[in-house]
């Protein structure tokens, strides 16, 4: 339980991209609808490609949020993540000035600039070393959409990556309240970008046999829980939460969204790319999260599924909620929106995470879709297969990472 | 954070470490407070093109010594040296994997990129056969976090399992977000640190075009200098450095060896420049500054300052400046400093932690650790106790190690004697 001197950690403003579109209005519209991202690649040439389609986020410009300068010399991981964190920051009306050590930014990635140091990589095997660019190192590194985010917005207080692969940024959003909780900081903002549809990434993921490979139907190629699914679908994307402490949001009278009640992380110590077919870690995550949250297994209204929509790791998932919700789990509403906007990796959570908090003030619960024909062995909880008016009061949101990383956040009604 | 009365404390009860200056913390520490070297001439792969010739790598490095699943063996050499030192850091805690509690034990290993041997030969080979004869393995063992999960899955540790991945500043962060894990009650233990190996042909070429690299191609030894008025910048150093950090109480318990214990943890960002840092060295001293307010000891406690030191022109000058600001000037005067990247190298993602495991042994034998070559100090670098040439007999109870990374990362951990812990 919460000491009574620790903040609780409220969210009051969402910045969200990709393929959905930009900002967390056109976004939440799309995932209310059950629209799919989902399209050809139009980044760079598949033809040798097995999976060919991805969820781009077409509507996005980077000149809208950095001047010429800074967009040619970072990767659009940098361009999204400052995207993502510019929109969070106008919608919770905060503003950095005489305020910058206060605020800090723990922004993941799970790659950092994939194009850009594919782009450096060329140089050096078409040019030679002393061709390579004074920036190589800067913009393809892991954090620099976290330091661009501080540089850009001017936040001084707590910087961090924390990488997790798949759960990246559902990590970061749990341990930027903690930074909070702990007083580092009065605000954070919590999140995480990707921009993975590069080449060599795609190629490699696509070698793991992760990717699917419906390219004739983009539309219905990530399809979470269905029998017939082959894989997800990758995307790309930034989405940013404004966490702070209650007090400190109360005081400038900041709209609060809701509260970042509580956040679980485990390990499977099992494989690094399978996830332990048991569950019993991803569900020791969950079970910390409620704990730390001070709430019961009855008192959860909706979960947002990691729900990649691969073979191995759907029925993992529901086999896991099956068993920690035990008789409730048949009417626990789930629904996994990656059917929607694509796995976007190091931001999926986040990304996820925004949907959560839309769904807990808007009243409706976004749907899985392509769910036609749901796999026998993810049968046993409530599927959400169209966008359904639901009063959430508190919903949790899940992310697995490769390696066994597993992340749970829970979001609640502000009382 | 609180009042400090309300957490548990944390100790550091294991120091496992392979970097330029030997395998094994008793190697490692013999060479270190000896003023030892660890640069050579890069084995790795062939440097012929790259103007910098030089790094510290680690010598006679056998992975099979250390990792026995047939998975970790395809590993990249940047994860297996954070399993390696996992392993070390468990004997030298005198635990046993086995015998740990999985659900109440985490990981946090950073690494700057994770796996580049790897990815720079699999982009290789996508370049000149095509992307569909990538290894499924290309991703599994190149991603960043993949450190940490094999040191999770070797030792059957599921508790908080993550990596910190803030370029030079990231096994610090892990250090610390390590030691908060145990503080807020998500486990009782966690090895904490990093492993990287960034001796590759494009990272080495990639630094080099950043202009950060010494080219003193043709004395290693005497190639990285801080705070010395003819730096030209730092040497590439491969490592795993991994703390065993466990719940004071815990630790004491079962008999444990208590090295030291983290007392604190700061962070702050720049906010300033994509590749310098802020020259007023201000937000570094804010990290610093909160370091040493967590540990609950006043500025002018501190008796030693292990360095970021990264031998850059502008990078010195600012760090000093920061610790002048963060102590006083008068009780920064007397600080002893030393920057022991002039003798392991910059070990990237690995840095911090391979500088918190010099600390927390400086502090188990009362010996300064030095900075290497700092013959003609530059008038810039001026204002503290400079430790040079050799390991200096001191009497160490409250210590802070610095990193700051790329992107305006500042991190700082303090570290305490263990009968000021009592």
Same mark, same amino acid.
């Given at each position: 339980?919460?000491?009574?001197?620790?903040?609780?950690?409220?969210?009051?403003?969402?910045?969200?991209?990709?393929?959905?579109?930009?900002?967390?209005?056109?976004?939440?519209?799309?995932?209310?609808?059950?629209?799919?991202?989902?399209?050809?690649?139009?980044?760079?040439?598949?033809?040798?490609?097995?999976?060919?389609?991805?969820?781009?986020?077409?509507?996005?410009?980077?000149?809208?949020?950095?001047?010429?300068?800074?967009?040619?010399?970072?990767?659009?991981?940098?361009?999204?993540?400052?995207?993502?964190?510019?929109?969070?920051?106008?919608?919770?009306?905060?503003?950095?000035?005489?305020?910058?050590?206060?605020?800090?930014?723990?922004?993941?990635?799970?790659?950092?600039?994939?194009?850009?140091?594919?782009?450096?990589?060329?140089?050096?095997?078409?040019?030679?070393?002393?061709?390579?660019?004074?920036?190589?190192?800067?913009?393809?590194?892991?954090?620099?959409?976290?330091?661009?985010?501080?540089?850009?917005?001017?936040?001084?207080?707590?910087?961090?990556?924390?990488?997790?692969?798949?759960?990246?940024?559902?990590?970061?959003?749990?341990?930027?309240?903690?930074?909070?909780?702990?007083?580092?900081?009065?605000?954070?903002?919590?999140?995480?970008?990707?921009?993975?549809?590069?080449?060599?990434?795609?190629?490699?993921?696509?070698?793991?046999?992760?990717?699917?490979?419906?390219?004739?139907?983009?539309?219905?190629?990530?399809?979470?829980?269905?029998?017939?699914?082959?894989?997800?679908?990758?995307?790309?994307?930034?989405?940013?939460?404004?966490?702070?402490?209650?007090?400190?949001?109360?005081?400038?009278?900041?709209?609060?969204?809701?509260?970042?009640?509580?956040?679980?992380?485990?390990?499977?110590?099992?494989?690094?790319?399978?996830?332990?077919?048991?569950?019993?870690?991803?569900?020791?995550?969950?079970?910390?999260?409620?704990?730390?949250?001070?709430?019961?297994?009855?008192?959860?209204?909706?979960?947002?599924?990691?729900?990649?929509?691969?073979?191995?790791?759907?029925?993992?998932?529901?086999?896991?909620?099956?068993?920690?919700?035990?008789?409730?789990?048949?009417?626990?509403?789930?629904?996994?929106?990656?059917?929607?906007?694509?796995?976007?990796?190091?931001?999926?959570?986040?990304?996820?995470?925004?949907?959560?908090?839309?769904?807990?003030?808007?009243?409706?619960?976004?749907?899985?879709?392509?769910?036609?024909?749901?796999?026998?062995?993810?049968?046993?909880?409530?599927?959400?297969?169209?966008?359904?008016?639901?009063?959430?009061?508190?919903?949790?949101?899940?992310?697995?990472?490769?390696?066994?990383?597993?992340?749970?956040?829970?979001?609640?009604?502000?009382? | 954070?609180?009042?400090?009365?309300?957490?548990?404390?944390?100790?550091?009860?294991?120091?496992?470490?392979?970097?330029?200056?030997?395998?094994?913390?008793?190697?490692?520490?013999?060479?270190?407070?000896?003023?030892?070297?660890?640069?050579?001439?890069?084995?790795?792969?062939?440097?012929?093109?790259?103007?910098?010739?030089?790094?510290?790598?680690?010598?006679?490095?056998?992975?099979?010594?250390?990792?026995?699943?047939?998975?970790?063996?395809?590993?990249?050499?940047?994860?297996?040296?954070?399993?390696?030192?996992?392993?070390?850091?468990?004997?030298?805690?005198?635990?046993?994997?086995?015998?740990?509690?999985?659900?109440?034990?985490?990981?946090?290993?950073?690494?700057?990129?994770?796996?580049?041997?790897?990815?720079?030969?699999?982009?290789?080979?996508?370049?000149?056969?095509?992307?569909?004869?990538?290894?499924?393995?290309?991703?599994?063992?190149?991603?960043?976090?993949?450190?940490?999960?094999?040191?999770?899955?070797?030792?059957?540790?599921?508790?908080?399992?993550?990596?910190?991945?803030?370029?030079? +500043?990231?096994?610090? #962060?892990? *250090?610390?977000?390590? @030691?908060?894990?145990?503080?807020? =009650? $998500?486990?009782?233990? %966690? &090895? !904490?640190?990093?492993?990287?190996?960034?001796?590759?042909?494009?990272?080495?070429?990639?630094?080099?075009?950043?202009?950060?690299?010494?080219?003193?191609?043709?004395?290693?030894?005497?190639?990285?200098?801080?705070?010395?008025?003819?730096?030209?910048?730092?040497?590439?150093?491969?490592?795993?450095?991994?703390?065993?950090?466990?719940?004071?109480?815990?630790?004491?318990?079962?008999?444990?060896?208590?090295?030291?214990?983290?007392?604190?943890?700061?962070?702050?960002?720049?906010?300033?420049?994509?590749?310098?840092?802020?020259?007023?060295?201000?937000?570094?001293?804010?990290?610093?500054?909160?370091?040493?307010?967590?540990?609950?000891?006043? +500025?002018?406690?501190? #008796?030693? *300052?292990?360095?970021? @030191?990264?031998?850059?022109?502008? =990078? $010195?000058?600012?760090? %000093? &400046? !920061?610790?002048?600001?963060?102590?006083?000037?008068?009780?920064?005067?007397?600080?002893?400093?030393?920057?022991?990247?002039?003798?392991?190298?910059?070990?990237?993602?690995?840095?911090?932690?391979?500088?918190?495991?010099?600390?927390?042994?400086?502090?188990?034998?009362?010996?300064?650790?030095?900075?290497?070559?700092?013959?003609?100090?530059?008038?810039?670098?001026?204002?503290?106790?400079?430790?040079?040439?050799?390991?200096?007999?001191?009497?160490?109870?409250?210590?802070?190690?610095?990193?700051?990374?790329?992107?305006?990362?500042?991190?700082?951990?303090?570290?305490?004697?263990?009968?000021?812990?009592?």
């Amino acid at each position: 339980m919460p000491h009574d001197s620790i903040p609780e950690v409220v969210v009051t403003g969402i910045g969200m991209i990709s393929s959905l579109g930009v900002g967390r209005h056109e976004s939440w519209l799309s995932a209310r609808e059950g629209r799919s991202g989902a399209a050809p690649v139009t980044a760079f040439d598949t033809s040798d490609y097995g999976s060919k389609i991805a969820c781009e986020a077409k509507g996005f410009d980077p000149l809208d949020f950095l001047d010429r300068k800074n967009v040619r010399r970072s990767d659009r991981a940098c361009h999204l993540a400052v995207g993502a964190a510019r929109l969070a920051l106008d919608d919770a009306e905060l503003t950095i000035n005489g305020n910058s050590r206060e605020v800090g930014a723990v922004i993941a990635s799970g790659g950092g600039g994939h194009g850009i140091y594919e782009h450096h990589l060329d140089t050096l095997a078409e040019r030679g070393p002393d061709r390579v660019s004074p920036l190589a190192v800067a913009s393809s590194i892991i954090n620099m959409p976290a330091g661009m985010v501080s540089m850009e917005l001017g936040l001084q207080g707590p910087l961090s990556c924390p990488v997790t692969a798949c759960a990246s940024s559902t990590h970061a959003l749990g341990e930027g309240a903690h930074m909070i909780r702990r007083g580092a900081a009065s605000a954070i903002l919590a999140g995480g970008s990707e921009a993975s549809i590069a080449p060599f990434i795609m190629a490699a993921l696509d070698a793991t046999r992760a990717l699917s490979r419906r390219n004739d139907e983009p539309g219905a190629a990530s399809r979470p829980f269905d029998a017939d699914r082959d894989g997800f679908v990758l995307g790309e994307g930034a989405a940013v939460l404004v966490l702070e402490s209650r007090e400190h949001a109360e005081r400038r009278g900041a709209p609060i969204i809701c509260t970042l009640a509580g956040y679980g992380a485990s390990g499977d110590a099992h494989h690094l790319t399978e996830p332990a077919p048991d569950g019993s870690s991803q569900a020791a995550a969950l079970r910390i999260c409620l704990e730390r949250a001070g709430r019961g297994i009855d008192e959860v209204g909706y979960v947002n599924a990691h729900g990649t929509s691969t073979p191995t790791g759907d029925p993992v998932e529901v086999g896991m909620l099956r068993s920690v919700f035990g008789d409730r789990a048949p009417d626990l509403p789930v629904s996994s929106t990656k059917s929607m906007h694509g796995h976007c990796m190091g931001a999926g959570g986040a990304l996820e995470a925004g949907l959560v908090a839309m769904t807990i003030g808007s009243g409706v619960i976004p749907p899985t879709i392509n769910l036609e024909s749901t796999d026998p062995e993810c049968t046993g909880v409530d599927h959400v297969t169209a966008a359904r008016d639901a009063s959430v009061d508190l919903a949790l949101s899940n992310s697995f990472g490769f390696g066994g990383h597993n992340a749970v956040i829970a979001l609640a009604t502000a009382a | 954070m609180g009042s400090k009365s309300d957490f548990p404390r944390v100790a550091v009860t294991g120091v496992g470490i392979l970097c330029g200056l030997g395998i094994g913390r008793e190697e490692v520490w013999a060479n270190a407070a000896a003023g030892a070297s660890g640069a050579r001439t890069i084995t790795r792969f062939d440097a012929g093109e790259h103007n910098v010739k030089i790094a510290c790598e680690v010598p006679d490095f056998d992975p099979d010594r250390f990792v026995d699943t047939r998975s970790a063996r395809r590993a990249d050499p940047v994860s297996i040296l954070g399993v390696a030192a996992g392993r070390l850091a468990l004997e030298d805690a005198d635990l046993d994997a086995g015998a740990l509690t999985p659900e109440r034990s985490g990981a946090v290993v950073a690494s700057g990129t994770g796996g580049n041997m790897i990815r720079e030969r699999q982009y290789k080979v996508m370049r000149e056969r095509g992307p569909d004869r990538i290894s499924p393995f290309a991703v599994p063992h190149s991603i960043a976090n993949t450190p940490s999960a094999l040191v999770s899955i070797t030792f059957g540790l599921r508790g908080p399992v993550f990596s910190t991945t803030n370029a030079c +500043a990231a096994s610090t #962060d892990a *250090v610390g977000t390590g @030691g908060e894990i145990i503080r807020r =009650g $998500d486990a009782d233990l %966690v &090895l !904490a640190g990093g492993a990287d190996s960034m001796v590759t042909p494009f990272w080495i070429a990639a630094f080099d075009a950043m202009r950060v690299l010494s080219h003193h191609n043709e004395d290693p030894a005497g190639a990285a200098r801080p705070f010395d008025r003819s730096r030209d910048g730092f040497l590439i150093g491969e490592a795993g450095a991994v703390i065993v950090l466990e719940r004071m109480d815990r630790a004491l318990e079962r008999g444990a060896r208590i090295i030291c214990e983290l007392a604190g943890y700061g962070n702050s960002a720049d906010a300033y420049h994509i590749t310098d840092p802020d020259p007023t060295g201000e937000p570094q001293s804010w990290a610093m500054e909160a370091a040493i307010k967590d540990a609950a000891v006043a +500025a002018e406690e501190v #008796d030693y *300052v292990n360095a970021h @030191g990264g031998a850059s022109q502008p =990078g $010195d000058p600012a760090e %000093v &400046l !920061a610790i002048q600001r963060a102590l006083g000037t008068e009780a920064a005067a007397a600080v002893a400093v030393s920057a022991t990247k002039s003798m392991h190298g910059h070990c990237m993602g690995a840095a911090g932690a391979v500088e918190a495991a010099l600390t927390a042994m400086a502090i188990e034998h009362q010996v300064l650790p030095p900075t290497l070559n700092l013959t003609d100090l530059d008038p810039d670098c001026e204002g503290v106790d400079h430790v040079v040439d050799t390991g200096r007999p001191s009497d160490v109870r409250v210590a802070l190690s610095a990193s700051y990374g790329l992107g305006g990362h500042n991190a700082v951990i303090c570290m305490t004697r263990p009968a000021e812990a009592a």
